[in-house]
């Protein structure tokens, strides 16, 4: 028998066999009207996952292209950005703002620690920022940053707030339009349970208006958002990925935006109880904020590397590891989008297997009976 | 029954079945030894289709995006490039050139004109420029250029050649070393045969050697050559179309290159051959040179766009309409990539019963009767 393989990374994510059999069907032209009817609808539901009556555009691209459509589309060379950053993705802001020109003022945190609004405000007081750049999900730690009060912060410093939510969207609560956020971007292949492939940007008026000369075509936001208003594209799009994503978005406005926060909540904790059961240190934080993703240290004498090595081309089940200053130290389990409880359990089953293969001394027998507990305890909301 | 579809577009072009089952399959990780063979086969694959030594870079885009990497890449803000144009992705180049600052010499032909080397060589001798920007196969008029020619033009003129191969990779013969083509940008959706979503682009040493500075991270060429080089990517890639070109890209090398070409000229050749037995006057050229999309000029009294709708709302067949100036007076129909002969004849049949039903004064039941008859002619290689 072939060897199943279990995917538990924070990206790409799993994706519900309906939304891949929508991938699957056969090409069909971008300006006819049955492409239109789906890319409309995308478009539609992409509002509703937002939370925001500003257009949300649509790039066949990775994430990382409309994080590049901010830049280009905001600044002007030589403009002074902020950038909050606390792990490897705060640090692609600045290396982006960077290749433009722009200059970058970090407010930098250790990997793992949490942005704080005051010290932004404090920043922007101390040196003023046209646009400031933040992440909503650190995807390389866990952590989960206070967007809300980070953009009003942004705001009242007179700046243009610019989340990146490529992991979080769909995930956690984002409420771009009742927060204020001007630009929120993301990306297909994580919560929103699609295929990679696909970059989204929501751009509010207020950075319309803060529109800057950098040079850009590809990703300039005024060519796509005049397509897409006679729901036509600028160029050829992804026509099988955006069939994937409409029906991946439907799936889960049926389910309810809510319910998907509730569930990450729960999947975080369910992970973290049987983490904690199996006698390992967390490196994310232990709350319910870290919903996205856990991030965990090996155990002495462990190398993160050696146990997802193990894991992956033993066992065929692939976790995260650690990236930059953590790399070898923690591992990390994503549960973004179509995860249920059960995978929560295969990966620590996982995890406990291959730690014991590897010798290290961890509680056996519990951890999954501790998820499954930890899964049924009510959320507040 | 639901109403069968038939799409016989310049692009995106059908896929064959079983490329888009690939595409259906799990999402595996980028990261991961499974992802890493097909990446590395597909990037094997890519270098044979293109006949290069060089890299071929692979990014999650439309064909645009490598456009736009030619620019940025290769240019600084001011410099002068020519582009040479006879349509509307001639245009396309000047578009993106000015976006990105650089001084726009339009080497200009009227619509359905063929460029010629020679006058290449007196415009650059006249006013020089770093970088010639070409199109292969222009699209929008169905006439392929002599791109060997142009691009000698352009090196002797001391200028990198840059040619838009989207529409004609796979299709029509395209020696990217042998002719010493410096740049060369396509598309996965054409002859490729596979969904939209990704572009490439291959690049010669003296390109690398003649990089600019524009501002440039999503398309810039070095960041993911260095990652490509150790068959990971420089962004999450759109692993589920990777894994359908690849599958594509075995179809088209398992049959050859020189078969696929040899195929397009007969399919071009039946297209025609049972366009004109029909009555009907074409638009790109009556010979063997347009294999790769027939543009059909609408006979007296009928407009193109009203053919178009008919045959796409009545008959679920999508043409492809006129372009710019052609708007309304032609109508294209594409025969590259996962086509045959019987795919030409339901065109020509369609076609033919619209116009009937338009009211054309046109010649009945001969088209695909000749269409066969063209396409078993041998062809001189």
Chains 1, 2 share one sequence.
């Not at 606390?86 to 290396?95: C, L, P, Q, T, V």
């Not at 999900?137 to 243009?160: C, F, N, Y």
């Not at 990306?187 to 000369?213: E, F, H, I, N, Y």
Request: glycine share 8%; with cysteine.
């Amino acid at each position: 028998m072939t060897e199943k393989r279990y995917l538990f990374t924070p990206g790409p994510t799993p994706v519900p066999p309906e939304v891949l059999a929508a991938t699957a069907e056969p090409i069909i032209h971008h300006r006819g009207p049955d492409f239109r009817v789906v890319y409309e609808r995308s478009l539609a539901r992409l509002k509703e996952v937002f939370r925001t009556e500003n257009e949300v555009l649509l790039f066949a691209a990775s994430g990382t292209g409309t994080m590049e459509s901010a830049i280009s589309n905001l600044c002007s060379p030589g403009d002074r950005v902020c950038v909050v950053t606390a792990g490897a993705f705060g640090d692609r802001w600045a290396s982006v703002a960077r290749a433009f020109g722009c200059e970058v003022d970090r407010l930098e945190y250790e990997w793992g620690e949490a942005p704080a609004a005051d010290d932004l405000t404090a920043r922007l007081a101390e040196r003023e920022a046209g646009v400031v750049l933040m992440t909503h999900s650190e995807t390389s730690t866990g952590v989960v940053a206070d967007v809300r009060g980070l953009s009003a912060a942004a705001r009242e410093g007179g700046a243009v707030s610019v989340v990146d939510a490529v992991s979080s969207l769909g995930a956690v609560p984002l409420e771009t339009d009742e927060w204020e956020v001007d630009v929120v971007v993301s990306g297909s292949q994580k919560a929103l349970m699609a295929p990679p492939g696909l970059a989204l940007v929501s751009v509010s008026q207020r950075a319309w208006d803060a529109r800057g000369m950098l040079p850009r075509f590809y990703f300039d936001w005024e060519r796509t958002r005049k397509a897409q208003e006679i729901f036509d594209a600028a160029f050829t799009p992804a026509v099988s990925l955006v069939r994937g994503l409409d029906v991946a978005l439907g799936i889960l406005l049926e389910q309810g935006l809510e319910a998907a926060f509730e569930r990450h909540v729960r999947l975080g904790r369910a992970c973290r109880e049987g983490i904690k059961a199996m006698g390992l240190e967390l490196f994310s934080p232990d709350d319910d904020s870290a919903a996205v993703v856990t991030a965990i240290r090996a155990p002495d004498g462990v190398d993160a590397g050696a146990l997802l090595l193990l894991l992956r081309d033993r066992h065929g089940v692939t976790l995260a590891p650690g990236q930059g200053p953590l790399k070898g130290k923690v591992f990390r389990i994503g549960h973004i989008g179509y995860f249920d409880v059960f995978d929560i359990a295969t990966a620590l089953s996982a995890v406990e297997l291959a730690l014991t293969e590897l010798g290290a001394d961890i509680e056996r027998g519990v951890a999954t009976t501790r998820a499954f507990e930890a899964y049924e305890q009510p959320v507040a909301v």
